[in-house]
C-alpha cells in the first residue's frame, strides 16, 4: 500500500487557530440550519401538530430504513433571499427497503407548502440527481402549489417539474408520491404524473381546482371530498392506486411499493472498506482562516479515502496540482486537488491526461478546491496558459465518468471552472465552511476596479479622487467578501450542502453509492479538439 504519510501537528498554534477559526464558522452554520429545522415556526408546527399530522421530516424519517442516513441536499436554499431558509422542502437521498432513493417532502408548516422560485429550482435541482443517477423519487406531498404572491417566477419554469417526472418515468426511473394533505392545481399533476400513487383518507384533496374555483369557474357547489378526496380517486376516477388509513399506512404502503420495484444497482455493494489510518476529526484544523495561506490537501486526502491509501499521478511534475489514485468506501477513485492554489501549464496539461485516463477506466473524480485561477502574466501568456487552461476545462467539460466536487478553500476564477464548478454538471458539489467563490478574490476584484477608474481620470485629464477609491474598494471588497461566502452561494443552490469537514467521507460515500445506481462509463474519444 501507498499510504500517505501526514506532516500535521494537532499540538502546533497554526493547527489550533485553524480549528478555531473552523468551529466558529460551524457555529454559525448550525444557526442557519436550526432556522430550516424550526419550519414555519413554533405557532404553525402547533397548529400542524394539532391536526394529528406528522412535521415533514418525520415523515421522511419513517419512510427510510431504519438506523440509516438521510443525506439532506440545498438545505439552505433562499438563504439570502425574501423567502424562508429551506425553501419550504426537504430534499435528500435515503435508503427505503434496501433502494436508495430520493426524496422529496414539502413542509406544510412553511406558508402551507407554497412553492416560491427557491422552492422550484430546488425541487428541480433533485429531479437532477434523480434522473442523473437513476434513483427511484418518492414525493411526500402537502402542498397549496404555487406561492401566488411569486407566481410570475414559478408558473412558467414550473412546469418543468411536471415534464421531469414523465421523462424520469420514460427512462424506467420509478416515481412514487404519498399525498398527505393538498395538492391543488398545478401540484395535482404530481400525483397525477407518478408511476405509483398512494392517498390518506380524509386527509389528501386533489384537484385541477377547488370548491371555490370551480364555485367562480362553473358555478358547481361541491366539496372537497367529493371534488377530490382519497376514496373519490381511489373508487371513482382510479387517480389512487392505494388507499391508506392515516400518514403511518400510507408510508408502510409507500415502502411496500419500493420492495416491489426489483430496482437493482448497476453495480454491487463493494463491500467493506478499511477506514483512513488518520482522525478525521483532524480535519478541521487544516485549512487555514486566511485563504491566501496555502495547505497540503494531501493531508485532506489522507483523512478521507480508503486506509489513506493513494497512488499519485505526475507527483514531480505540475506539481501546484495533485492527482491520484484511491478508493473511497471501496469504489475506485481518481483525485484531483489544488496544492498551492494556482494553475499553470503543466498542472493544466496533466489535469487533461488524468481525466483521460479515468474516463478509460471507468472511474469517477473526485475535485478538491483550492485555486485563485490560471496564472497570468505576460511569461506564462506566452508560454501558451489559454490554450492549456482551455485543454483541461476541455477534458473535464467532456468527460463522462461521474465527477464530485467539494470547495474547501478558495475556487476562483476559471480556475472553479478547471475544477469542474457548477457550471459543469458534477454529479454533486458540497462546501466546506470555509470557502470561498468568485471572479476573483475580494482584494484583486476591488484592485483591478480602481485602475480601471484612475486611467479613466488620466484619459479625461481630471484628478483622481484618492478618498473616493478608497471607499469605494471598501465596498467591493465587503460586497465580494459577502457574495463568495459558502451559505450564500448555497442559498442560491450553487453547491448541494454546506458540511463539517468531519463528515466529508460520509458524505463522499453516500454520493458514490448513489452514483454506482447507474452505470458508471467513460468516455472513448468524444473530447473536443484539444490545442496544442
Known amino acids: 500500500m501507498t499510504v500517505l504519510a501526514s506532516a500535521l501537528d494537532p499540538a502546533s498554534p497554526a493547527y489550533g487557530a485553524h480549528r478555531r477559526a473552523m468551529l466558529a464558522r460551524l457555529a454559525e452554520l448550525d444557526e ?23 412535521l415533514a421530516r418525520e415523515r421522511v424519517e419513517l419512510l427510510l430504513d431504519e438506523d440509516t442516513p438521510f443525506l439532506e441536499l ?6 439570502g433571499s425574501d423567502h424562508p431558509v429551506g425553501a419550504s422542502l426537504v430534499t435528500g437521498i435515503g435508503t427505503v427497503e434496501g433502494v436508495e432513493c430520493l426524496i422529496t417532502a414539502n413542509d406544510p408548516t412553511v406558508r402551507g407548502g407554497a412553492s416560491n422560485p427557491w422552492t422550484l429550482r430546488k425541487a428541480l435541482r433533485a429531479n437532477e440527481i434523480a434522473f442523473a443517477n437513476r434513483l427511484p423519487v418518492i414525493s411526500l406531498v402537502e402542498s397549496g402549489g404555487a406561492d401566488l404572491a411569486s407566481q410570475k417566477e414559478v408558473f412558467v419554469p414550473g412546469g418543468a417539474l411536471f415534464r421531469d417526472l414523465t421523462r424520469l418515468s420514460a427512462a424506467g426511473v420509478p416515481t412514487i408520491a404519498v399525498v398527505f394533505g393538498n395538492s391543488t392545481a398545478g401540484g395535482a399533476y404530481v400525483p397525477g404524473m407518478s408511476d405509483h400513487t398512494v392517498m390518506i383518507k380524509e386527509r389528501s384533496k386533489v384537484f385541477l381546482g377547488g370548491p371555490p374555483l370551480v364555485r367562480v369557474a362553473t358555478g358547481e357547489e361541491s366539496d372537497d371530498e367529493s371534488l377530490g378526496g382519497a376514496e373519490m380517486h381511489a373508487r371513482t376516477s382510479g387517480l389512487a392506486d392505494h388507499y391508506a388509513l392515516d400518514e403511518p399506512d400510507a408510508i408502510r404502503q409507500a415502502r411496500r411499493v419500493v420492495a416491489r420495484l426489483h430496482h437493482r444497482k448497476a ?17 478541521l484544523g487544516i485549512v487555514p482562516g486566511d485563504l491566501r495561506t496555502p495547505f497540503d490537501p494531501r493531508e485532506v486526502i489522507a483523512r478521507v479515502v480508503d486506509g489513506s491509501d493513494f497512488d499519485e499521478f505526475k507527483p514531480l511534475y505540475g506539481t501546484s496540482l495533485v492527482t491520484g489514485w484511491a478508493r473511497l468506501h471501496g469504489y475506485p477513485l481518481g483525485v484531483l486537488a489544488n496544492a498551492r492554489g494556482v494553475l499553470f ?29 490560471y496564472m497570468v502574466g505576460s511569461r506564462y501568456e506566452q508560454g501558451g496558459i489559454i490554450k492549456h487552461g482551455a485543454m483541461m476545462i476541455n477534458a473535464v467539460s467532456n468527460s463522462r465518468v461521474p465527477h464530485l466536487s467539494v470547495l474547501l478553500g478558495a475556487s476562483y476564477g476559471a480556475g472553479h471552472y478547471g475544477m ?29 476596479l480602481s485602475i480601471v477608474a484612475r486611467a479613466a481620470a488620466r484619459v479625461e485629464g481630471r484628478p483622481y479622487d484618492e478618498d473616493g477609491d478608497a471607499a469605494l474598494r471598501a465596498a467591493v471588497e465587503q460586497q465580494i467578501e459577502a457574495e463568495s461566502l459558502p451559505m450564500f452561494l448555497s442559498g442560491r443552490l450553487y453547491d448541494d450542502g454546506v458540511i463539517d469537514p468531519r463528515d466529508t467521507r460520509t ?24 490545442r496544442m
Request: proline fraction near 9%; include cysteine; hydrophobic fraction near 40%.
Open 74 to 79: 440545498s438545505p439552505l436554499a433562499a438563504w
Open 420 to 448: 469542474c464548478g457548477r457550471a459543469y454538471d458534477p454529479r454533486f458539489l458540497f462546501a466546506w465552511p470555509g470557502a470561498k467563490s468568485a471572479v476573483m478574490g475580494p482584494q484583486q476584484l476591488a484592485g483591478v
Open 267 to 283: 453495480h454491487p455493494d463493494p463491500g467493506p472498506a478499511e477506514p483512513p489510518r488518520y482522525d478525521p476529526e483532524e480535519l
Open 32 to 54: 442557519e440550519h436550526a432556522k430550516v429545522l424550526a419550519g414555519g415556526g413554533a405557532r404553525y408546527v402547533a397548529r400542524h401538530r394539532a391536526r394529528g399530522k406528522l
Open 507 to 530: 458524505v463522499l460515500g453516500l454520493c458514490l453509492s448513489a452514483i454506482h445506481t447507474a452505470p458508471v462509463e467513460g468516455a472513448r474519444g468524444g473530447f473536443g479538439v484539444f
Open 345 to 373: 501549464s503543466a498542472e493544466s496539461q496533466k489535469a487533461a491526461q488524468f481525466v483521460q485516463l479515468a474516463n478509460q477506466r471507468d472511474v469517477p473524480l473526485l475535485f478538491l478546491h483550492n485555486t485563485t485561477g
